[in-house]
């Protein structure tokens, strides 16, 4: 990674009870705040759990969870595409994601891809690649959206099923450790009225208070837990690459 001191915090921030969503507006808006906070404990408990070696992070963006795999790896390898909309000084390597990764066979232990599969016109192609680049027995990390709005447009091509995903990962050789769903039906509605609110701030505000008192109640945590398999906002997933692929 290029430039690593002069890294801050973006996106996510660390709090003493962990990851966060920013509360800084300009890195993420009042009605993204509910689903940043999902995403922050849901990406650091699976690089805790499983980030090693020399970690990739593809599409990168401002590296916003740099801080988390840090200390858990040997080095960082940051890459992303010329037309992201987060252009930044940390890139290692510049490409189009969509004509292949640009680094050697066998040149990664963790590969970190978040947010990005849905903006991926060949994603089978990807996936090869990402199986390509990984070291035997290395690790595959990725999240993806589900019920969540057109953002980056042009280049926002798809919503994946936990079906879909595991094609992608037996397509690619690899293994599937893990696949789990994120939010549920309480999260999909509170996120979409939210994004439909986020012009008004103070009606925002409020709405953002009182969706995350209601999801933290009993009920909302049990209606979450029920729905989540039908209406995620989205999936988390770890894949390994065999000790040996022919």
Known sequence: MRNKEQWQPSKFVRYPNGYRASRDRKMVGIGSRLVADILAQAYEQMLRNHAHGVLLDLGCGKVPLYEVYQPLTTDVICIDWANTLHPNQFLDVECDLNEGIELANDAVDTILCTDVLEHIAEPERLWRDMARVLRPGGKIL??????????????????????????????????????????????????????????????????????????????????????????????????QKPASML
């Open 142 to 239: 990725l999240a993806v959206p589900f019920f969540y709005r057109v953002h980056e447009a042009p280049h926002d091509y798809f919503r994946y099923t936990e079906f879909a995903l595991k094609r992608f990962v037996a397509g690619a050789g690899l293994t599937l450790l893990s696949l789990e769903p994120y939010g549920g039906w309480p999260e999909v509605f509170a996120d979409l009225v939210g994004k439909r609110l986020a012009g008004i701030r103070s009606v925002s505000a409020i709405h953002l208070s009182l969706s995350q008192a209601l999801i933290r109640t009993r009920w909302g945590r049990n209606l979450s837990a029920g729905t989540a398999r039908d209406f995620p906002l989205g999936y988390t997933l770890v894949a």
